[in-house]
């Protein structure tokens, strides 16, 4: 069987790295690893015949990075139907990638897919607020979603070939919602595959990096796929909440950072993508 090829982003996370690499290569199927890396301090000694590092130089960002392992996977006409992205702490059980190439293999207008990761939840995209989550509608198999998530996740090389690799403006976060609605608007199909399980329990970026990239980034989906009207709505929904307090903090959730948030709105009115700004990386 071919190996297929598996491209993980990595930044500063050595011994994580080593755990994903490991739980890639205990795959009851064949696979090949192209580790990413974005300016690491350490680089570990993973090269081997099953492992090449590609040396981003800096932090790209995940979506960047993630092109390079594209771009190289689309270059080589061999290296097969689909590619699968990670994070450089994403932890696949041993059948999880046979179980979605098994699923795969009756959808031929799946372009995108990824992996369960045990919270009962369908990404879904809606026109005003963005990449949202509501309850699962299937148990097993395949369930339609509006975007596959970043934790583990399939690309078809005639998707990628049609629609493109991910907008390097988003950075991180937004990008695979973008990509999907790109890769729908062609007609293709992105799928979750429950009970092809992945586990994920680290968040490496500080909340208001992550809170300033979430809103940003959502304003700019929003305004690219559904026009002004759809944006104006979804930054006065932002400022009103920014405002009153209208979000209550139990409803917060982990990342809510009010600099971040003032900031990613700015940006985004000023045209301002790519990284956050540095300070948002060393204030919690």
Known sequence: MQPLTVVIVHRDQPERLLDTIDAFRAQDIPVTITIVDNGSVTI???EADDVTVV???ANLGFGPAANIGYRRFLADPDAGEWVVLAPHDALPEP???SHILGVLAERPRAGLACADVGDGATPVIDAYLGGILVPASVDAGWETVGHP???LMFARRACLDEVGIFDERYFAYCEEADLALRARAAGWESGLVRG???KNP???SPSGAIDYLQLRNTLLMVREHFGRYHVFIRLCIALL???TGAIRPARRGPYWHPDGRVRGIVDFLRGRFGPPP???YTKR
Do not use: D, N, S
């Open 44 to 46: 570990p000694p993973v």
């Open 55 to 57: 040396l981003g130089g």
């Open 95 to 97: 059948t999880c990638l």
């Open 149 to 151: 998530h970043g934790t």
């Open 196 to 198: 092809a399980m992945v």
């Open 202 to 204: 680290y968040v490496g």
């Open 241 to 243: 909440q920014l405002g």
């Open 278 to 280: 540095a300070h948002l």
